[in-house]
């Protein structure tokens, strides 16, 4: 019954290694994201989907690449992991695109708290 | 670029006694703004949204306040209970298809 889940849940690994985070929601959404909460506690979107097709892009480096094979799904594979990688990365979705006149609340996963050695 | 200022000291008080939280931005009004909690360990869930045609938005033990002169917008928990604590994130609009959110202000309800 979980609405967005990502899997796996703690991901621990070396730096250089290529690793995915899986993230599918059950909500009928159109539209997903990929955020990401810093030691800091700041919660920097990365990526937005609507529909499968990307809508936002924020500055980040060409190593993390988003894939949507269905609007259910949002996966994020990075490249290369470097030690600046480690964070809690969450997946959200909302009903549609966010916009000043239209706006959408988030529904988050649970996170994905990826650490890299 | 708009920025969200939140109370990065955490707030500390008595079972039963009102928690006020504040959200700060600066540059442009955003034409809404929401209320996230995270609980630790969990992804933020949405608690309220208030556009900026809003003065006041409640619902239940909580209320939300929106000044566009002041640039600010309250945050109000009454009657607060030791399960009310987590960090409350404050969301806003950019004037695209995004929101940005504030750092958080972690909440303490003592019993």
């Known amino acids: 019954d979980t609405a967005v889940s990502q899997t796996p849940k703690y991901l621990v690994t070396q730096m250089g290694n290529d690793k995915s985070i899986k993230c599918e929601q059950n909500?009928?959404?159109?539209?997903m994201y990929w955020y990401k909460q810093d030691s800091k506690k700041f919660l920097k979107i990365m990526f937005s989907?609507?529909?499968?097709?990307?809508?936002i892009n924020e500055t980040v480096p060409n190593r993390f690449s988003p894939k949507s094979p269905d609007k259910a799904h949002l996966n994020l594979h990075i490249n290369s992991l470097e030690l600046g990688d480690s964070a809690v990365y969450f997946c959200?979705?909302?009903?549609?695109?966010?916009?000043?006149?239209?706006?959408?609340?988030?529904?988050f996963g649970p996170g994905t708290r990826l650490t890299v050695l | 670029s708009q920025k969200i200022e939140q109370n990065s000291e955490a707030l500390n008080i008595q079972e039963g006694k009102t928690a006020t939280l504040t959200c700060n931005y600066t540059n442009y009004s955003p034409a809404y703004l929401q209320w996230y909690r995270q609980d630790p360990g969990r992804g933020p869930v949405f608690l309220l949204l208030?556009?900026?045609?809003?003065k006041e938005k409640r619902k239940e033990r909580l209320k939300v306040t929106f000044d566009t002169t002041l640039k600010q917008s309250l945050f109000h928990i009454t009657a607060s209970q030791p399960a009310d604590s987590a960090t409350y994130l404050c969301a806003l609009d950019t004037g695209g298809f995004k929101t940005i959110f504030g750092a958080g202000t972690r909440l303490f309800v003592k019993a």
């Open positions: 959200a979705s909302s009903q549609d695109t966010i916009s000043p006149w239209n706006p959408n609340e988030q529904f």
């Open positions: 909500l009928g959404h159109d539209t």
């Open positions: 989907y609507n529909n499968k097709e990307l809508i």
């Open positions: 208030i556009r900026e045609n809003e």
